[in-house]
């Protein structure tokens, strides 16, 4: 029999909440995350609004003196790593080394040290190159991201990377899921982090017509799933984390069990990088294979965290693949769209839209779809607009789709 794999901490810095405990009752209420830029003087841009997060304190992390050799994500991943270390009732101070070789760090993200990169490149051609980071190279790949979270706690397992576009955290989550179900480790910190909020990135997305360009004016309203005037996503920044563990192991040592991670299932529709097929055969398939392997059926689910990213095509299409994939039943299970309220935070959205659905879980109730005043006619499902709902929530879909033709989903269920 395989090992049962649970989600035993949680930590938290997104654009509606710094720490869980603000992530949550921001969700609860439907509280929007997103403003206009001040990292940067957006004006001659054609967007000026994301998901930043201007509050957060990147040296409380990370030193000043190290501050410019490293990614924003650095510091954004080690403060939601910190939180569910600890939320979990681990004291890496206190461990054996035996102990911290049996933890490790699987970390999906979809433009890692993008960011950074754009900078060392400004930086470089404005010819100002004794400012460039004498660790331009390494910081500037997505491989050392785990392994500054690896060197800060010392844990000396897994530091693996997934980079799959917008479903990399989930299929990271999937990742440490397979290998704790295969006995490989019983321990895992694992989620997402992306901070693609710049000048650059802003203008690349903008040429492929991607963004929300109509509500500079009202940002909070401007991240709208599943609405008829939605104009584009929102790009978003923040990290989610959580320990993956074995239950045994977490039993064993007393911790506090959020839910139980009992199906996950991936597949490519082979279509185009960026487009979406208008066939939801794949992403319907992707939730169907999780279904499967957690043992449960279209009527054991009661509720489902879309990917809803605010664009014509993927709200049609992941509208199209829940109704495949749960038939019926689909019209009668209440949905809803984190993005929404913190815009797109690329890579991490998937392991956002887990730590939303915990939430969900645990305070039975359900984050509601703001923006949604205008439906579309071909979005016809439950999306709990604008106003939380109160449910019972044994068992949920947690799905994600993206760039490449990737498609993810997750199954949790709540322990009694």
Same mark, same amino acid.
């Given at each position: 029999?395989?090992?049962?794999v649970v989600?035993t901490?949680?930590?938290?810095v997104?654009?509606?909440g710094i ?7 921001a969700v609860?209420?439907?509280?929007s ?8 003087d957006?004006?001659s ?15 409380a992390?990370v ?6 050799? +490293?990614s924003r +994500?650095v ?5 939601a ?5 600890k939320d979990?009732?681990?004291d890496?101070?206190?461990m054996?080394?035996d ?8 970390l999906?993200?979809?433009g890692g ?5 754009e900078e060392?490149y400004r930086?470089w051609?404005a010819?100002?190159i004794?400012?460039v ?5 390494p910081s ?13 706690f010392?844990f000396r ?6 980079t799959?576009?917008?479903t990399?955290s989930?299929?990271?989550?999937g ?7 295969a006995?490989?480790?019983?321990m895992?910190?694992v ?7 710049t000048?650059g990135?802003i203008k690349g997305?903008?040429m492929?017509?991607a963004l929300?360009?109509?509500w ?6 401007a991240?709208?799933?599943?609405s008829?005037d ?5 790009l978003?920044?923040g990290?989610w984390?959580?320990i993956?563990e074995?239950?045994?192991?977490a039993?064993?040592?007393g911790?506090?069990?959020y839910a139980e991670i009992t199906g996950y ?6 279509? *185009?990088r ?5 066939s939801?055969?794949?992403p319907a398939r992707?939730i169907s294979?999780?279904m499967?392997?957690?043992? +449960?059926q279209?009527e054991d689910i009661q509720?489902?965290?879309l ?5 014509e ?8 693949a829940a ?10 299970i209440?949905?809803?769209?984190l993005?929404s309220?913190?815009? *797109? ?10 730590a ?6 645990e305070?039975?109730k359900i984050?509601?779809?703001i923006?949604l005043?205008?439906p579309?006619?071909?979005?016809d ?11 019972n929530?044994?068992h949920a879909?947690c799905n ?9 989903a997750?199954i ?5």
């Open positions: 029999m395989q090992p049962r989600i901490g949680m930590g938290v997104s654009p509606n720490g869980k405990e603000d992530f949550c009752r609860l209420a439907g509280k995350g997103v403003k206009r830029i001040t990292r940067f957006p004006s841009l054609a967007v000026h609004i994301g998901g930043e997060i201007p509050e957060f304190n990147e040296l992390w030193d000043a003196r190290e501050r410019k050799h +490293v +994500v510091p954004l991943a080690i403060a790593s910190t939180e569910a270390v979990a009732g681990l890496p101070s206190a054996s080394m102990e911290k070789r049996e933890i490790g760090v699987v999906g993200t979809g040290a993008q960011e950074f990169s060392q930086l051609h010819g100002q004794r400012q980071s004498l660790f331009c190279i500037g790949t997505m491989g050392t991201i785990p392994s500054e979270i690896s060197m800060r010392g397992g897994y530091s693996h990377v997934v799959a576009g917008c990399s989930t299929d990271a989550l990742y440490a899921y397979q290998h704790i179900q006995g490989v480790q019983p895992f910190l989620g997402g982090v992306d901070s693609p909020i000048a990135i997305y903008s492929l017509h929300a360009q109509s500079n004016d009202q940002p909070e309203r991240s709208r799933p599943f008829k939605r104009s584009g996503f929102v978003a920044e990290s984390m959580f993956l074995d239950y045994d192991h039993r064993n040592r911790a506090r069990i299932g991936s597949t490519c529709e082979a279509f *185009h960026v487009r979406m097929s208008e939801p055969e794949e992707a294979l999780a499967e392997e957690a043992g +449960v279209p509720y489902v965290n990917h809803g990213t605010s664009t095509m993927n709200d049609r299409v992941e509208t199209r109704k495949l994939a749960l038939g019926a039943r689909a019209y009668k209440p949905m809803s769209g993005k309220q913190i815009g *797109h935070a690329q890579g991490a959205c998937g392991s956002a839209s887990l939303a659905t915990l939430i969900a879980m305070h039975g984050p509601p779809t923006n005043e205008v579309d006619p071909e979005c499902l439950d999306y709990v607009p604008d106003v939380g709902r109160t449910a929530i044994e879909i994600c789709v993206g760039f490449g033709s990737k498609n993810s997750l949790l269920k709540k322990i009694a």
